[in-house]
């Protein structure tokens, strides 16, 4: 099977991971271990049925816009049943959800968790009853789900540190305060990040060549705390020259506050999922950069795995394998490759079609977007 989209790359350990460019045949790594020999229970003429439980819609834009639209597409256009919903933040409705499908008969179900205790409790029971399980976007840590979509976390947290660290360059700025808001320390990938864009900003830090201002957590992904979080921060260390936000939504938090101080667009703001509101931010000078992960591909590929499964059939498309960091086993996994984005490739998320010129380009942002040659 042909997906144009992905190659292999090497990951830590030596493993493979597949990234979202070039062309690659894709085979089985059933014989890696990992799957426990859960197939789905589609007897090859009716396929099985797919449940999926989005996590939220408030920490992040693509998940009341972008993946629930195009994981449907796919599943429709396999002909396979799928029941896609959105525990809006809920760890109680997450767990009922997913009660209620499993009660229905799915056959696979696909979870994006609120936390690792919902997720494995969420898994647990399904994996009792038989059915096939796939943690999307996030891994839930000694969750023991048989498959893994996602992007290369910690390469995300890696282009988001370098960002900062070219933007800063660009400002001619000497020996500054980066202060650093992480995602929520209930989340995996937000782990994943901070361990990337650590790795990138702490040689920085040893030779003093930026300082190490407030580094701090935000529970929940919550921009509402987030705000209040960087008041304090920058309260207390005023001379803050740059902010390693982990996604757009903390980092529009963080330039709101900017902007009462009259400091957006000298203070450098990272981010993360080239949101609508993330590219303003950008074209606007407020935000230095994002990280553009192409939900499409990912959805696509869950998809994938997710058919072959409800079909009865034995997925081909893992090529790589995901180290559970707590319980140590190797999950068959699918990781995509991100994309930096600035302003000078704006254009190049509206050209992939993730998110529309109209919704870009509105009001003030029309004459900057024709200035960035966004047509």
């Not at 991971?17 to 090859?44: E, F, K």
């Not at 800063?168 to 782990?191: E, F, I, M, W, Y």
């Not at 400091?263 to 590219?279: E, I, R, S, W, Y």
Request: glycine residues 12%; contains cysteine; neutral net charge.
């Amino acid at each position: 099977m042909i997906l144009p989209w992905l190659s292999v790359t090497r990951v830590r350990g030596g493993r493979f991971a597949l990234a979202a460019v070039g062309l690659l045949a894709v085979g089985s790594v059933a014989a890696c271990g990992g799957n426990d020999g859960i197939a789905g229970r589609g007897d090859g003429s009716t396929p099985g049925k797919v449940g999926v439980i989005l996590p939220d819609t408030a920490s992040s834009q693509r998940w009341s816009t972008a993946d629930s639209r195009f994981l449907k597409r796919a599943f429709d256009a396999a002909g396979v049943q799928a029941d896609i919903q959105n525990a809006q933040g809920d760890k109680s409705q997450f767990q009922t959800i997913a009660d209620g499908m499993i009660s229905s008969g799915v056959t696979v179900l696909m979870i994006v968790n609120l936390d690792s205790r919902t997720g494995r409790a969420v898994l647990a029971k399904a994996k009792a009853a038989g059915i096939a399980t796939m943690d999307y976007d996030r891994l839930t840590v000694n969750g023991g789900a048989n498959y893994y979509v996602s992007f290369d976390n910690v390469k995300v947290g890696e282009m988001q540190g370098q960002g900062l660290i070219d933007c800063l360059t660009d400002k001619g700025a000497s020996r500054p305060v980066v202060a650093q808001l992480n995602g929520s320390p209930t989340d995996n990938n937000a782990t994943l990040f901070k361990q990337g864009y650590d790795s990138v900003l702490k040689p920085k830090y040893d030779d003093g060549t930026f300082v190490k201002g407030p580094d701090q957590s935000v529970p929940d992904w919550d921009n509402a705390q987030a705000g209040v979080i960087f008041e304090h921060m920058l309260t207390e260390k005023p001379n803050i020259k740059g902010v390693l936000a982990a996604n757009d939504g903390l980092g529009n938090a963080i330039i709101s506050v900017l902007k009462r101080k009259k400091l957006n667009g000298h203070v450098p703001v990272t981010g993360q999922d080239a949101t609508v509101q993330g590219l303003q931010n950008i074209l606007a000078g407020d935000q230095c950069m994002t990280v553009y992960k192409a939900i499409k591909q990912e959805a696509d590929a869950a998809a994938e795995l997710a058919i072959a499964l409800a079909k009865g059939d034995q997925p081909t498309t893992t090529t790589g394998l995901m180290k559970d960091p707590e319980s140590g086993r190797d999950i068959p996994s699918v990781l995509l490759r991100p994309k930096t984005i600035t302003k000078a490739n704006v254009k190049d998320v509206i050209t992939d079609g993730f998110v529309t010129r109209e919704e870009v380009c509105t009001g003030s942002f029309a004459a900057l977007c024709t200035e960035n040659g966004i047509s």
